[in-house]
C-alpha cells in the first residue's frame, strides 16, 4: 500500500516506495551535469534580474521579468474573526461568488451613511 503525505488542504501526495527513491537518487547522482551546489557556486550566483538579460533577448528577459500574480492592494484587507448571525451568512453566501466582497460594500455603504460623530 502506498504512503500518502496529506497537506493542510486535505490533498493526498502519494510518496515514492523507498526502492523507487533510492532509483531515483542513483541517476541523479549518476548524472553528470547534476551537481550539488557548493558556496562557491552560490556566492557567483546572480539575481535573476541581472543573469536574464546576459542570457535573453532584451523583451524576453523582461516578460521572464515580470512579477505574477495579483497586485498588492493600495489598501490591503484585514483580517478580522467576527460572528455574525448564521442567517447573514447564509443570506449573502446565496448571492454566490463575491459574497464577501459585497458584504464588505454593505459595510462601507453603512459607514458612509452614518459617519462617526
Known amino acids: 500500500m502506498p504512503e500518502y503525505l496529506t497537506l493542510r488542504d486535505g490533498r493526498k501526495i502519494i510518496l515514492d516506495a523507498p526502492e523507487e527513491d533510492s532509483r531515483i537518487n542513483a541517476g541523479i547522482a549518476a548524472d553528470p551535469d547534476t551537481a550539488e551546489w557548493t558556496d562557491e557556486d552560490f556566492a557567483r550566483a546572480l539575481p535573476a534580474r541581472e543573469a536574464l538579460p546576459k542570457i535573453f533577448p532584451p523583451e524576453i528577459a523582461a516578460a521572464m521579468l515580470k512579477p505574477r500574480g495579483q497586485p498588492k492592494p493600495e489598501t490591503p484587507k484585514v483580517h478580522l474573526n467576527l460572528s455574525l448571525d448564521a442567517d447573514v451568512v447564509d443570506g ?21 451613511a452614518h459617519p462617526p460623530a
Open 92 to 112: 449573502f453566501k446565496a448571492t454566490g461568488r463575491g459574497w464577501q466582497s459585497r458584504m464588505n460594500q454593505v459595510l462601507r455603504d453603512w459607514i458612509r
